[in-house]
């Protein structure tokens, strides 16, 4: 069983950054990979960033790249998505997700938290 709590979502103005940040418990997190997506309303839950267990290989969607940056702490069982630049069209709820390493699917997924972004 894992249980995954993002924080860090608010309200910030076009141009300017915020910090996410999802708390997992569980015995699988040091060995999954773990990523963020995103729902903006009336569109579909999108893949936003993924990292490997160690840290060492990430990947991001190109609506993201050169903006944010996924990161994770394994001693804290911290994930992190640092967003810098922010644009209105990344108002949405940001979910922390868990992947079990070796599988394709996530399998647990965070209640979300909600980033607007104002013009």
């Known amino acids: 069983q894992v249980q995954l709590v993002e924080s860090g979502g608010g309200l910030v103005q076009a141009g300017g950054s915020l910090r996410l940040s999802c708390a997992a418990s569980?015995?699988?997190?040091?060995?999954?990979?773990m990523g963020w997506f995103c729902q903006a309303p009336g569109k579909e839950r999108e893949f936003v960033a993924a990292i490997n267990w160690s840290g060492s290989v990430t990947y991001y969607a190109d609506f993201v790249k050169g903006r944010f940056t996924i990161s994770r702490d394994n001693a804290k069982n911290m994930v992190y998505l640092q967003m810098n630049s922010l644009k209105p069209d990344d108002t949405a709820v940001y979910y922390c997700?868990?992947?079990?390493?070796?599988?394709?699917?996530?399998?647990?997924w965070g209640q979300g938290t909600q980033v607007t972004v104002s013009s």
């Open positions: 997700a868990h992947r079990p390493g070796g599988t394709g699917r996530y399998d647990y």
């Open positions: 569980g015995r699988t997190f040091s060995s999954s990979v």
